[in-house]
């Protein structure tokens, strides 16, 4: 039976179209609410608001599950490579042996960033958040790469670039903050090799171990799309507006910036160092974090989609351990981890929101195990996400997209003359 919306507003009533999307998602569609009835929906945070249609990822919170195009998020992680993955969410199917191969040769020979990334870099005072000198870098690549109508493997030209120089203008980031002469790209190593070796060699760090790099690469995979996040939707509306590209994923990079979305990586190992700091017990975090008046959230945990596993945390703490394992490392944090976990998991006030540990709470243990310094894990998942931020910016644009502008109800102050200076 179709299903069907009626609003009413006042002594007005409106049907609505009703829209269900492949997965028997339903939306209704309140596109005449406003000419027909004069009222606007009121949706803060956007909870119950869909921006639009997609057909990149799927999600459904309540059985925790992630699809990239039609593929279970396990599968990718179990099979394919970052760069086979980042094709998928761009083109919409897997690639055939030969686009594959075409694709890793054009990445590799798109890595040179142009030189004024260096002029860049060294304008930003030494103590500049990575996140914030990336999305710098990012956003002055339009000067160089406009190019817009060009296709290098199949791929918008652009796009391209930015994929295959992006881990090299993070290595140039990490370098210059540690002041280590920079390490140039390496066209015989794969994506993420050639990553961990321009941001290692010579440092003492694992630069060249093959199972570190597929860790790597896993990770890439699990941040590459999450539908409309924060930062995606950010990276849309902002495209929606006609700006150009890096402009729209250098928005993007600032949207994840923050604690809430791809800081939290950042912010779970601040925390935990806490706890270590304060003799090793998790009890003291957990009812500081049920305390509202303390405005304390327990980092890496909650979720607005997810109310079960987020199954990249799944993927990610299975990760943990291979990667620990190999390093040789016994991580005091890793331990921590898992101890808090526990006890919030058993704890009333997460059982009833349903609040799961999620992508970033055990990323960041891995992280630092590999070397990385913590003002780099945000940007780790920039270079993961890139993909699905240039997915959906390239399926907005090709849709019949609108400019975002969301309209909101005024409280303000009435209609008034305005005060001469003199008179105030
Ligand atoms: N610790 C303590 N309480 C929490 C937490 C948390 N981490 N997350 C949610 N809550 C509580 C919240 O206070 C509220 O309680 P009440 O119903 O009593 O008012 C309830 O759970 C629902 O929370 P909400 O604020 O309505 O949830 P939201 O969907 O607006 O926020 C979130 C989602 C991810 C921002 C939030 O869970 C959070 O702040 N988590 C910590 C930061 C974090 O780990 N962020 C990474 C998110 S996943 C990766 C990504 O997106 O980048």
Redesign the pocket.
Known sequence: MAITAEIRVGADKLDLPVIVGSEGEVGIDIGTLRDKTGAITLDP?Y?NTGAGESAITFLDGELGILRYRGYPIEQLAGSASFLEVSWLLLKGELPTAAELANLIAAERANRAVPDHVQAVLAACPQNTHPMAMLASCIVTLSSSHSDEDDAIAGLPANQLRLMAQLPVIAAYIYRRSQGLPLVPPDSERDYAANFLHMMFAGTGKQSDDVAIANAMDLLFILHAD?EQ??STSTVRLVGSSQADYFASVAAGVCA?WG????G?NQ?VVEMLDEIVHRGGKVDWVVAQ??D?ASGF????????VYKNFDPRAKLIKVQADVVLDKLGKDDEQLDLAIGLEHAALADEYFVQ?K?YP???FYSGIIYRAMGFPQEMFTVLFAIGRLPGWTAHWNEHNAGKARIGRPRQIYTGRNARDFVPLQAR
């Open positions: 945070g909870g999450h996040n924060c994840l604690p809430l979305h791809g939290a912010a974090a049920k509202k959230r327990l980092m890496g945990f909650g979720h607005r929101r609040l999620n992508v970033d």
